[in-house]
């Protein structure tokens, strides 16, 4: 028998390679968008204002991608304030100058100038999100990102007969920068909005707001899915649909095993796939978001947005008004733990890591700074608010971002020295020693050497007050392998730990007053914010970043920034 030499046998196994690339990109597509950044005129709840719009859109256009496709987007800022766009869990595999949070990836795009955004979507299916990542302009620039599965590939599901994006959002009457400036400067919390919306429109539970009123028509019998997202600024929801069940079939462009509820919680930057049934009387019907507020004594929104779902065979008389859903109180906290601990992964071959190679022990919260009675000190009891992770609270820097830092080694923008553990131990969600209130400031990171496993302890405290914080990892996704309440305890705690079909998200929420366990692969080289999505927190220093290393060989190895990268 003939005996293959080395050579041939390495031909072979290029010929297998080159054939499975060009499949790939065979079936791979190309997208090219232009965002133009613009103030647009829009009216709502009887006031007409201009506002910072994509492409005079809001919500902005919805992108619709495949699994493997790669996205050219060129944001022109025709706008008066600095803007960058941040792709809300889409991995960035090796191209971190794309992610898009100011001053961390990338300096902002400055009036009159432009910026490409270039990545590819790399083994990610469902709903992801983008929105701008620069001050609060987060609060009207934003839209849908929906991946859809490879040419030739299905859904874990039946295919549904409508695909439709709900987007929740919050409006103010008042301009949004104008809000933030006026919290910047007193140091007190901001000024709630004045209503929920969504898919940019408040609904008819508020005045002059009826015309505009969204409207999903469907079909006696028919499935539709709908790609629930919260824009919110600042606020957690509830979501329900009058008479109608949700199967919740994927979070945060992951799928899930499938269950069936009558409400969802859903934190800002968190996606909720869900699959309604036309299967009631033909009729109308809201389906309506409201708050989830957690946080003692503060103010919040306490309204409640709706859409119509319209059957398109009404009976006589079923123009009337849409019966409304039975939403949960604002604190019902029972409803939002039973619905997330049903979220329950499907196991597949990228299994949760076992061992742990760098164990992190993060307090996150509010805090308060002492200064001088006066206009700039109008926080609780002549303080101002501020907010830490490990009782630092994070500043970002203005010379240039920290990913070119760190790529050009340029000196003085930050230093690797952030807390792996709390400096201090205490009762975290007890009475907190007031020595412990007031954080210090600075821009501290952490690196991770690449390929190492981290876990992540989150753990809320009751500084000012216990509260659910949406915790959002940039440039991953993670499992989620425990929650709970009060003081995380390693002796009893992880023992409970799920390690066989824990969720994967990229954005948590931490209960209020409790914990959440994360894991994750430092396998995405590069700098990476890691922050409460809730935008007020963020300002007040809820965050901090990490450094992954780059690994050996191309595919681990980020890429160099764009010539067209804005500069500081």
Not at 12 to 23: H, K, N
Not at 310 to 328: D, F, H, I, K, V
Not at 372 to 383: A, D, F, K, L, Y
Not at 505 to 534: E, K, Q, S
């Amino acid at each position: 028998m003939h005996k293959r030499s080395e050579m041939e046998t390495c031909i072979s196994c290029l010929i297998v390679v080159i054939l499975s690339l060009l499949s790939t990109f065979a079936n791979a597509e190309f997208h090219y968008h232009e965002f133009i950044v613009q103030e647009t005129s829009v009216t709502r709840l009887c006031r007409t204002k201009n506002i910072i719009t994509v492409n005079g859109q809001i919500p902005g256009p919805t992108l619709i991608v495949r699994n493997g496709d790669t996205m050219f987007v060129t944001v022109v800022n025709k706008a008066r304030y600095n803007v960058t766009i941040h792709w809300h869990g889409v991995r960035q595999m090796r191209t971190p100058w794309a992610d898009g949070p100011e001053y961390v990836t990338q300096c902002p795009i400055r009036p009159g100038g432009f910026y490409t955004y270039r990545f590819t979507i790399e083994n990610q299916e469902g709903t992801l999100w983008w929105h701008a990542h620069s001050r609060w302009l987060r609060a009207t620039v934003y839209g849908a990102l929906v991946i859809l599965p490879k040419q030739g590939s299905n859904f874990p599901f039946p295919l549904p007969q409508k695909d439709v994006p709900v987007i929740l959002g919050e409006w103010w009457n008042r301009d949004i920068i104008a809000v933030q400036r006026q919290a910047q400067f007193t140091g007190a919390a901001p000024n709630i909005s004045d209503a929920y919306t969504i898919n940019g429109q408040p609904g008819d539970l508020y005045r002059c707001s009826r015309q505009g009123t969204v409207k999903f028509l469907v079909n006696p019998g028919e499935k539709v899915l709908l790609r629930v997202i919260n824009a919110a600024l600042n606020q957690q929801l509830f979501f329900s649909v009058a008479n109608h069940m949700l199967t919740v079939v994927g979070i945060d462009a992951t799928y899930n095993k499938p269950f069936t509820t009558n409400v969802i919680m859903i934190g800002p930057g968190q996606t909720t796939n869900v699959i309604l049934t036309a299967n009631q009387s033909p009729g109308r019907y809201y389906m309506a978001a409201r708050a989830y507020a957690t946080a003692r004594n503060a103010q919040f929104d306490n309204t409640t947005t709706t859409a119509i779902l319209e059957y398109t065979n009404l009976n006589s008389g079923a123009n009337s008004r849409p019966s409304l859903p039975q939403l949960p109180a604002f604190n019902d906290t029972a409803t939002a733990t039973a619905f997330v601990n049903q979220l329950r992964g499907i196991p597949n071959n990228n299994r949760v890591p076992n061992q742990i190679d760098e164990s992190l022990f993060f307090t996150v919260g509010l805090g308060l700074v002492n200064c001088t009675p006066g206009p700039r000190c109008q926080g609780p009891n002549n303080t101002r608010f501020a907010a830490s992770v490990n009782n630092v609270s994070f500043v970002l820097p203005r010379r240039t971002s920290l990913l070119q830092a760190y790529y050009q080694n340029i000196p003085g923008i930050y230093t690797l020295d952030f807390p792996p553990v709390p400096p201090v131990q205490f009762d975290y969600t007890g009475n907190v020693p007031q020595g412990l209130w007031q954080p210090r400031f600075g821009t501290k990171l952490y690196k991770l050497k690449f390929g190492s496993t981290v876990q992540i302890v989150l753990q809320d405290t009751a500084i000012f007050s216990t509260e659910d914080h949406p915790i959002h990892l940039h440039g991953y996704h993670f499992w989620v392998v425990g929650q709970g309440f009060g003081n995380f305890n390693p002796q009893t705690d992880t023992a409970n730990f799920n390690l066989v079909d824990p969720p994967v998200r990229n954005t948590i929420d931490v209960p209020v007053g409790g914990w959440a366990v994360i894991r994750f692969v430092a396998d995405n080289p590069g700098v990476w914010l890691f922050h409460c999505h809730i935008d007020s927190h963020l300002a007040w220093g809820l965050a901090m970043s990490f450094i992954v290393e780059n690994g050996i060989g191309e595919k681990q190895t980020m890429e160099p920034p764009p010539p067209d990268l804005p500069q500081c």
